[in-house]
């Protein structure tokens, strides 16, 4: 595997290139072993990689839209 992404999956791989576009691959899994290593305990480690899973584009946008109809909402 490239990027220093042993043992990764490609859905995680993926989070570190949207997390850290700007990091050179080291730099941004440091930065996720840290997240990883500050997940103590097994239920947030669990979220860590269930959002790892998803379709961070989809729920992106989603989010976006909701606030973009919130927004809306508001000013009317």
């Keep these: 595997m490239g990027d220093g992404q042993a043992g990764r ?4 791989d993926d989070v570190r290139k949207l997390l850290f576009p700007n990091l050179d691959p ?3 899994w440091a930065k ?3 997240a990883v290593a ?3 305990d097994d239920e947030r480690f669990e979220a860590i990689e269930e959002l ?6 989809e729920d ?4 976006l839209e909701r606030l973009r109809r919130a927004q809306r ?4």
């Design 52 to 57: 790892a899973n998803r379709d961070l584009n």
């Design 9 to 12: 999956s490609k859905e995680l």
């Design 32 to 34: 996720i072993d840290a």
């Design 26 to 28: 080291e730099d941004g």
């Design 73 to 76: 909402s508001s000013s009317e």
């Design 38 to 40: 500050g997940a103590a």
């Design 60 to 63: 992106l946008y989603a989010a």
